[in-house]
Every structure is written in C-alpha cells, then in structure tokens.
C-alpha cells in the first residue's frame, strides 16, 4: 500500500531564515508526487507536480525536487505570508487490486515569524 | 477562471441525523473528487466520478455514505445516519483528466461537518 511520510509536523522560522520540508514515500510505481499549500479554512492549493527522479519544479520562493525515495520542499527566504500548512501527494501506476488515487501525507504545518 | 464551489459551508447535526453536501466543479472538468480531512491529518479520498461513472469507491463507508453525479457535472455526497466519527472536513476536487499531464487536482473551500 502506498504511503507517504512528511516531516517535521510543524517547523518555525523567521523571515527570510531558509530551510526544507521533507517528504518519503513508498509506492509500487510513482505516476506523480504532488505539493500542495493549505491555509486555514480553505482546501488545498495546487503547486507543483513532479513526475520523474531528478526533476525541479521552482515558484517565486519554493523549489520542489524529487529523488526515488523522497522529494523536499526548499523554501528561500520565506515571508510571513508563506505560513501555511504543506502537503505532499503521491499517485501510483494502477495495479491489480490497487488504485491511482491521490494517497496524502499528514502535512508539515510552517509558520514565518516577522 | 471559477474555481470548484460547494455548499454548505458549515453543518452542525446530531448523530443519526442525515446530511448531504453540494459541489459544482471547475467548467469542463470530467474527473471529480470527494475527499474526507479529519483533524490534523491529510485529506483520504472517499469517492472519485470520471464523468458519471464511478472509477474508485474503495474507501467509502457505503452503509452510512452514498454519492451520485448526475449528468456528469455536479455532484453530492450524503451521509445517513450521522456518526460522531464523521465529524471532519469534506472536500470536493476536480481535475481535467485522471492521468497526466493535466491531471493536478483542484479543491474546494470544503464543508466542515460537526456531528454532535
């Protein structure tokens, strides 16, 4: 059964202080790992899809990259309005008896201090 | 662009109650999505319709949930009767295909559900 596993739960930082958000997953045969920003109250936002190891995606201060076991969330310099919770997503190859269903990590939830 | 709209927003029921939950998906979208967020944790997909077909119901509770899409564009989610387990936040989410590329997925603002 697919899983993925995000750490830390929670990580704060100060304004423009860098750092990474990590995310491991086991699957029978990666079709897409996917990030994703959910602030309180509202559902996910979509930021990036990745699809092979060796891939980087980057938006304005967030840069996603993908190896065979995990995939890490770099955020340069972040702002207070970066605060948000982090998801990580994976989709598998369809299987016998499996399914391509999205499977969600618990999320790394992130608060920027000014 | 709209994005995928659901109704209502909150719900407060008693358990054994009923309760169903609207969503209208982005324009064009076949592939549509209901997802349960429990507290703390990610979202875990209950029901996912291509057009008005179901393609993966695996994880739905279906003596108590039950869901259509009728006509291939909206869609609800219903649950009867209500435990108190089911206290959460129901997501909708849609998407242009089910395989990529195009198939990143595009969610709601959600239903928080409060069973008492």
């Known amino acids: 059964e697919d899983q993925v596993t995000q750490s830390p739960e929670a990580l704060r930082l100060q304004e423009g202080e860098s750092s990474s958000l990590n995310c491991s997953y086991t699957?029978?045969?990666?079709?897409?790992l996917f990030w994703y920003r959910q602030d309180p109250g509202k559902g996910p936002e979509f930021l990036f899809t990745l699809y092979s190891a060796g891939e980087e995606k980057e938006k304005e201060r967030l840069k996603a990259t993908l190896t065979k076991k995990e995939s890490f969330l770099h955020i340069t310099a972040p702002k207070p309005e970066d605060s948000a919770t982090y998801l990580c997503a994976v989709q598998s190859y369809l299987t016998q008896g499996g399914s391509e269903k999205l499977v969600f990590g618990k999320g790394t939830k992130l608060t920027v201090n000014p | 662009e709209a994005g995928v709209a659901q109704s209502p927003r909150y719900k407060i029921i008693e358990k054994r109650q009923s309760v169903a939950f609207w969503c209208n998906p982005i324009s064009g979208h076949a592939t549509l999505y209901w997802y349960q967020q429990i507290l703390g944790q990610g979202p875990k997909l209950l029901i996912q319709f291509q057009n008005n077909g179901v393609v993966d119901d695996s994880q739905l509770p279906k003596d108590r949930f039950s869901a259509e899409r009728l006509k291939g564009v909206d869609s609800t989610l219903k649950i009867q009767p209500a435990k108190l387990e089911d206290s959460a936040v129901y997501l909708c989410?849609?998407?242009?295909?089910?395989?990529?590329?195009?198939?990143?997925?595009?969610f709601g603002p959600g239903t928080r559900l409060t069973v008492l």
């Open positions: 699957v029978s045969g990666l079709r897409g």
């Open positions: 989410a849609s998407s242009l295909f089910m395989q990529p590329p195009y198939n990143e997925q595009f």
